[in-house]
Nanobody
Framework: QVQLVESGGGSVQAGGSLRLSCAASGSTYSSYCMGWFRQAPGKEREAVARIRPRGGTTDYASSVKGRFTISQDNVKNTLYLQMNSLMPEDTAMYYC???????????????WGQGTQVTVSS
């Protein structure tokens, strides 16, 4: 079992920055791919950024590439999403997720956090 707890969401004006954190626990956490997903009202959930275990490769949605950075601190067991140059269209509930890489990369990770709201005003 893996438990994921997000924090760091909030309200910000366009052009601002936020950093999301996801505290992970569980014996197999370090071997899993992890990612950030988001879902806005009336829209489908989408993968924002994903990272392979042990400092592996990352990938980003085209809409956030160059503005968002995913990283992880394996000592603190924490996943981060640094979000810069935020735009109103980034407004969504953001979820931390983890699981075997095939699942995460397919958009169906096994473990999910409870979500943290990000609201960007123009």
């Amino acid at each position: 079992q893996v438990q994921l707890v997000e924090s760091g969401g909030g309200s910000v004006q366009a052009g601002g920055s936020l950093r999301l954190s996801c505290a992970a626990s569980g014996s197999t956490y370090s071997s899993y791919c992890m990612g950030w997903f988001r879902q806005a009202p009336g829209k489908e959930r989408e993968a924002v950024a994903r990272i392979r275990p042990r400092g592996g490769t990352t990938d980003y949605a085209s809409s956030v590439k160059g503005r968002f950075t995913i990283s992880q601190d394996n000592v603190k067991n924490t996943l981060y999403l640094q979000m810069n140059s935020l735009m109103p269209e980034d407004t969504a509930m953001y979820y931390c997720a983890a699981g075997i890489c095939s699942g995460v990369m397919a958009g169906i990770p096994k473990y999910w956090g409870q979500g943290t709201q990000v609201t960007v005003s123009s």
